[in-house]
């Protein structure tokens, strides 16, 4: 079965840092741009950032260049988001999900399988 499973939850005060992580199982991590999603209360699901596990390719919403880094390990498959510089407006319910690569870089064409997501709140 396919499985995305995000932790590291939390409360922090603006200015500060947070890193989630999300393991993969089910399907070839490599073969797949792994991604992270967040939604605020009463807002769209906003893409934060994606990389390609195969060629460590990274992508960035605007909103979030400069202080998010998203990395990965294939033999582990896991994939990490680290939060420096958190503000407000991060806050929201964060999740990971998976789609096949276009091979350009960037996002995938669809993500076909999403994770729990997880809150983080940022105070002010």
């Known amino acids: 079965d396919v499985q995305l499973q995000a932790s590291g939850r939390g409360l922090v005060q603006a200015g500060g840092s947070l890193r989630l992580s999300c393991k993969a199982s089910?399907?070839?991590?490599?073969?797949?741009?792994i991604g992270w999603f967040r939604q605020a209360p009463g807002k769209e699901r906003e893409e934060v950032s994606c990389?390609?596990?195969?060629?460590?390719?990274?992508y960035y919403g605007d909103s979030v260049k400069g202080r998010f880094t998203i990395s990965s390990e294939n033999a582990k498959k896991m994939e990490w988001l680290q939060m420096d510089s958190l503000k407000p407006e991060d806050t929201g319910v964060y999740c990971c999900?998976?789609?096949?690569?276009?091979?350009?870089?960037?996002?995938?064409?669809?993500?076909?399988?999403w994770g729990r997501g997880t809150q983080v709140t940022v105070s002010s």
């Open positions: 089910g399907f070839r991590f490599d073969d797949y741009v």
């Open positions: 990389i390609d596990p195969s060629d460590g390719s990274t």
């Open positions: 999900a998976a789609g096949i690569g276009t091979g350009l870089g960037g996002p995938p064409r669809m993500y076909n399988y």
